[in-house]
């Protein structure tokens, strides 16, 4: 079944993290990651136990047991949106060494690098990186902010919605990595994952789990990238270099 051939490359990923030669390579992204994702959430928590102190204090007495019962629905939902506006940002400042650890993965997998560019050509690439990025951006927030108020206006499909959504944008960021290095336009990348939603869906499923439990989610990103770079190996590399 596609969809849990999708979570399984995501898995896979992990084991990539250790084969020697990428070590190196995953640092800096484990590092970019750890410090903004792990130094941001404990201003989360500031920010969740002053909010509830506050609304807590608008309840009547009669009322307050009210508060058992938002804290979790208000964590899981924060977690979730808050995960994936934040893998976005994230992303957006390591797109070079994401891309760059793509290629490495790519290259462990197949023995054939992608290019002979040297580091002057890689430097040259970031500004096209940082842009392919900032398609991601302008296609990510309209969409996420429709299906956020729609979150919160249709009880059970709303969140069935949201749910759907981030699992298709986590794909979408991580499968997008590999396409970019070999110059594969945003728009075509798109309809090739959309062409094989099974895998794509999965795929970000996993990932969108994952990256909701704490300190689990600060090695998801590399290992994310990693999976992805499998994924792109073993289904669409050879459609594309034909």
Not at 172 to 186: A, G, L, R, T
Not at 222 to 231: E, N, Q, R
Request: aromatic fraction near 18%; include cysteine.
């Amino acid at each position: 079944m596609q969809l849990t051939k999708g979570m399984e490359y995501f898995v896979a990923g992990f084991s990539l993290l250790s084969q020697k030669g990428l070590k190196r390579f995953v640092f800096i992204p484990l590092l970019i990651n750890v410090t903004l994702f792990g130094g941001s959430l404990f201003f989360l928590y500031d920010w969740l136990t002053q909010g509830f102190a506050y609304l807590n204090g608008l309840l009547p007495d009669w009322l307050s047991w009210l508060e058992w019962l938002m804290w979790p629905i208000a964590i899981l939902v924060i977690l979730f949106s808050y995960s994936m506006v934040f893998t976005v940002i994230t992303n957006f400042i390591a797109a070079p060494f994401n891309g760059l650890l793509s290629e490495k993965v790519e290259l462990h997998l197949t023995g054939q690098p992608i290019n002979d560019d040297g580091f002057a050509d890689l430097v040259k690439d970031v500004p096209r990186m940082l842009g392919r990025e900032w398609s991601k951006l302008v296609y990510y927030l309209p969409r996420a902010i429709g299906f956020f108020i729609l979150l919160w206006m249709l009880p059970f499909i709303g969140q069935i919605l949201w749910v759907l959504f981030s699992c298709w944008m986590y794909s979408v960021q991580y499968n997008d990595y590999p396409f970019d290095n070999h110059k594969i336009s945003f728009k075509e990348m798109k309809d090739t994952l959309k062409a094989h939603q099974g895998l794509s869906y999965g795929f970000g499923f996993a990932v969108m789990v994952l990256t909701s439990i704490p300190i689990v989610n600060l090695i998801v990103m590399p290992a994310a990238v990693c999976g992805a770079t499998k994924l792109w190996v073993e289904n669409y590399r050879t459609q594309f270099r034909s």
